[in-house]
């Protein structure tokens, strides 16, 4: 196959502007599946929980052959991206493994805040862009209004975008044609040393870990020993190939410009790293591609199995989850309440459901998730400086001197029917305006300086509801400022429980703890005596609900008599009530930690 006449694109857009539906249109078109079977919606979305939530969580790549209207046959090589915020390293992965991308637009709901952050992105690689206008179907698209903000909010020019209708197939012929004549071919460097990026990877029961890569120089063959730059571990190649929606095998190797897969029975996971750079071990490349980085987690949460002989089953299931998901750290942790598990990082809370219900599903663990928190700053008094994101290690108050929470720069792009609405939601969430202007006579775009703690929880949510999932938003992690920070405990029967206890801003700890406190008197049962719970900060209750205790009725046998009887029945189990108390364990059930959790996410 001659370099001029491969292609490689990614498809880059906002959160359900119809990317796998316009992989799945390529596919049917190069007819790579077989025509009795016909393509499954979503087909590049090989995980339930990508289809269940109409999400693409995973950069996935596939091959397509295409000949042109000329004659000429073309390899399409395709790599779908997540739309989300969250997974914004995974683009930029994808991203750096393309000479081009597709910019996908929804017809109806135009230019939006991912769609300008990935567009950054992609010119950030210098990668030859086509406008795509999608979903022109919809009888409430309106393609001339979506041309002229691809003019003038993305600085594109509108008459090369093509418009298209990935549910129906419209314009896909045309966008092909596109494609080839406007993405440039990959350079052809077969005579330097070896480099190729590690874009994604995957976990093979039989085979080890799948590497996928994208090849810029140097030639990857079966039989040679190729080295991990940023590990620094070697390997044998057994096996390369390239992705026809499975593996493909290719003896004769992968050439500069080529995306494909390589296999050579790694089974250390943590040797493979996305972002990373392949080289022969024999004639190592002199510098490693740029753009590799460590991810920075933003939310922190532990995760711990609800039978505690499931530890071993966890830690293997998050080592396999590790490998395809270069974003998610973790380490061991251990709990008084919960026993030992894991303190992980996520890029958001999306990212850490994603995480929560593929450890369920793929590995068939029940587990429990204490609650998400940020990574805050505390400088102590004497100058030292730490960085927490458990509240186990939150250090005296008496001690600190100053405590600072990440800050993020918020982009929120609404019609202007909606402004109110959202900037109210804004200051609820102790945002700070720093600019807002008027894109057009319908949309709106308001830039907001906001602590990230306050849109973790149910700010997406409510911004989708109350502008009838009309606004987008978009947002960078930008730097820590000052904040009044305390660590609310829960208290159960006077003892505090170590896996509930928060971080949490001053002014919304009275209110978060009379929450908690009451989600806890619904799940945990009765016992033989009262069970006071409570919400303290320090020495100071903030909170408190009682469980009343369950009661024999002793004076049932007291018919007629003298009422000191009933008296000195009612004395003597009140003091055995009391006694109780003292030395009673209350047993919290696992409903009740995932009740209060599931009320931080909700």
């Known amino acids: 196959m001659k370099r001029e006449t491969v292609r490689n694109f990614c498809i880059i857009a906002h ?8 992989a799945d249109r390529f596919i049917e078109k190069a007819k790579i599946v077989d025509e009795r079977i016909g393509v499954a919606n979503q087909v590049l979305d090989s995980m339930d929980i990508e289809r269940e939530r109409g999400i693409t969580i995973k950069s996935q790549a596939v091959s397509i052959p295409y000949t042109a209207k000329n004659g000429r046959k073309y390899t399409l090589n395709l790599v779908d991206t997540p739309g989300h915020v969250d997974f914004t390293y995974e683009v930029s992965r994808a991203i750096s493994a393309c000479e081009g991308a597709l910019l996908l637009i929804d017809a109806s709901q135009g230019v939006e805040a991912q769609t300008l952050a990935n567009m950054y992105l992609a010119v950030e690689h210098n990668l030859e862009m086509i406008p795509v206008i999608n979903k022109i179907d919809l009888p409430s698209a309106d393609i001339e209004a979506v041309k002229h903000q691809i003019n003038r909010d993305l600085g ?5 975008a093509v418009a298209v209708s990935a549910k129906i197939g ?15 071919p990959p350079d052809e460097r077969d005579g330097e040393p070896l480099r190729a990026l590690i874009f994604d990877s995957h976990y093979d029961t039989y085979r080890g870990v799948v590497v996928h890569v994208r090849v810029f120089s140097g030639v ?7 080295r991990f730059m940023h590990s620094g571990s070697d390997y044998k190649i057994e096996e390369t190939g390239v992705f026809r929606l499975r593996l493909e095998r290719k003896a004769e190797g992968l050439r500069s410009g080529d995306v494909g897969y390589l296999i050579a029975g790694i089974k250390t996971i943590s040797d493979v790293r996305v972002g990373d750079t392949v080289t022969l071990a024999d004639n190592p490349a002199p510098a490693p591609l740029k753009g590799f980085k460590e991810v920075k987690p933003v939310v922190f949460s532990s995760i711990y199995p609800v039978d505690a002989s ?28 919960l026993g030992f598990g894991f303190r992980c990082g996520f890029l958001g809370l999306l990212h850490l459901e994603v995480v929560q219900e593929r450890i369920e599903r793929e590995f068939g663990l029940s587990i429990i998730f204490t609650s998400p928190s940020v990574e805050y700053r505390v400088t102590m008094r004497n100058g030292e400086v730490r960085l927490i994101d458990n509240p186990v290690d939150y250090p005296n108050p008496a001690h600190i001197e100053k405590t600072e929470e990440p800050y993020i720069r918020a982009t929120i792009i609404t019609p202007a029917e909606y402004v109110g609405a959202v900037i109210n939601l804004c200051l609820e969430k102790r945002g700070c305006q720093e600019s807002m202007t008027y894109l057009d006579e319908k949309r709106v775009e308001m830039v907001y300086n906001m602590p990230l703690a306050e849109v973790l929880f149910e700010f997406y949510d409510r911004l989708k ?16 400022q000052p904040t009044e920070l305390v660590k609310l405990d829960i208290l159960l029967n006077g003892n505090p429980v170590d896996a509930l206890s928060q971080l949490i801003y001053k002014a919304n700890a009275a209110y978060k703890g009379r929450i908690i406190c009451k989600k806890l008197k619904e799940e945990i049962p009765r016992h033989q005596f009262p069970i006071p719970i409570q919400g303290a900060i320090g020495s100071t209750i903030v909170s408190r609900e009682t469980i009343s205790a369950v009661r024999k009725d002793v004076t049932a046998k007291c018919y007629g008599g003298d009422i000191s009887r009933k008296r000195k029945l009612l004395e003597k189990q009140k003091e ?27």
């Open 15 to 22: 959160i359900d502007h119809g990317k796998s539906t316009l």
């Open 156 to 160: 594109l020019d509108a008459e090369t």
């Open 170 to 184: 419209t314009g896909v012929d045309e966008l092909f044609e596109k494609i080839v004549e406007l993405i440039p």
């Open 220 to 226: 990857l063959k079966e039989g040679r020993t190729v």
């Open 310 to 337: 499931d530890y071993e089953e966890l830690l293997s299931a998050i080592e396999k989850l590790k490998l395809n998901d270069a974003s998610l750290v973790y380490e061991k942790d251990s709990s008084a309440a």
């Open 465 to 480: 509801s109350i502008s009838r999932g009309y606004a987008s938003f978009d947002y960078e992690v930008t730097d820590f």
């Open 576 to 602: 055995g009530k009391k006694r109780m108390k003292m030395i009673g364990n209350v047993e919290l059930p696992q409903s009740a930690f995932l009740s209060v959790l599931k009320s931080d996410v909700d």
